[in-house]
């Protein structure tokens, strides 16, 4: 009885996160047809008004509506996840791949650039890369898709080196397949379980890191609405306010905890499989 009802419990658990997520990008889709306010009007007569039916999470200091501001807001935080794993995953696919069925010096050569490039913290290389590439939402995401880069290429790499010698990648060669057509037509395929796992819980922090760029005035610029910008904007009047950043923080860790509770649930699933 007892087993019963903790798979039950970790059963509601990811349902959950899946329809959070959903949620989520329906918002992000259909947020002109959801919202009556317009995220960036300002109202100077209606400055820290509180919840009501007409703002159900009130007004910030210049009278532009909250929640309009929170769900528009959903779009740029989902567009720069994309931007940050197809950015990731188109260079860091290619060079595991390449490094750990090639091997030798090749391998030598291009793990070692990826040690040099974590050596560095990552939010830290992130905003260098930022202030190489300027300001604004697509800048600041494929900057720090090229620091997850070395992540992906590590991960992609490992999981190489444990198929080049199986059978099936053996057997097309002897039958003259090429070289790209073993990597990415029999090896890939096998070596993307892990990769999957990786680049889910890669998107958890790649909107914690977002979050933190646009508080930094690094992401989209103002005054568009961002998750990161809201709770920048809300924490300057904090102390009028104390409740004011609650929302797009919780928010934002939601989101994040809904993300890898879908990974974790994909890392066991391919475990079981294995």
């Known amino acids: ?64 509506d909250v929640l309009s501001r929170l769900v528009y807001g959903t779009r740029p935080t989902l567009l720069g996840v994309l931007i940050t794993i197809g950015v990731a995953s188109a260079l860091g696919i290619p ?11 090749v391998d030598l050569a291009m793990m070692r650039v990826v040690d040099a490039i974590l050596v560095f913290p990552g939010l830290v290389l992130a905003l260098a890369l930022t ?9 600041t995401m494929t900057a720090l898709g090229l620091v997850f880069s070395p992540l992906i290429a590590r991960v992609i790499r490992v999981s190489v080196l444990s198929l080049r010698h ?3 990648v053996t057997i097309t060669k002897m039958y003259g397949a090429s070289m790209f057509h073993r990597l990415f037509r029999h090896v890939l395929p096998n070596a993307m379980p892990a990769t999957v796992v990786q680049l889910t819980l890669m998107s958890g922090l790649a909107i914690l890191a977002q979050t933190g760029l646009n508080f930094l005035g690094l992401g989209v610029p103002s ?33 994040v905890l809904a993300i890898y509770r879908v990974g974790d649930q994909l890392r066991t699933q391919f475990e079981v499989r294995d």
Not at 14 to 40: N, T
């Open 131 to 139: 202030a190489a590439f300027g300001t604004g939402l697509e800048s």
């Open 1 to 64: 009885m007892s087993r019963k009802r903790r798979s039950f419990r970790f059963g509601l658990g990811l349902y959950l996160s899946i329809g959070w997520l959903a949620f989520l990008v329906i918002i992000a889709v259909f947020a002109p047809l959801i919202m009556a306010h317009d995220p960036v009007a300002q109202d100077p007569s209606a400055l820290f008004e509180p919840p009501s039916w007409n703002h159900w999470l009130g007004t910030d200091d210049v009278g532009r």
């Open 95 to 105: 060079w595991g791949l390449i490094s750990g069925y090639v091997g030798g010096w």
């Open 223 to 255: 005054p568009h609405p961002s998750w990161g910008a809201s709770v920048a904007e809300t924490f300057r009047y904090v102390m009028l306010d104390p409740w004011a950043p609650v929302v797009p923080g919780l928010i934002v860790v939601v989101t």
């Open 166 to 168: 199986k059978d099936f």
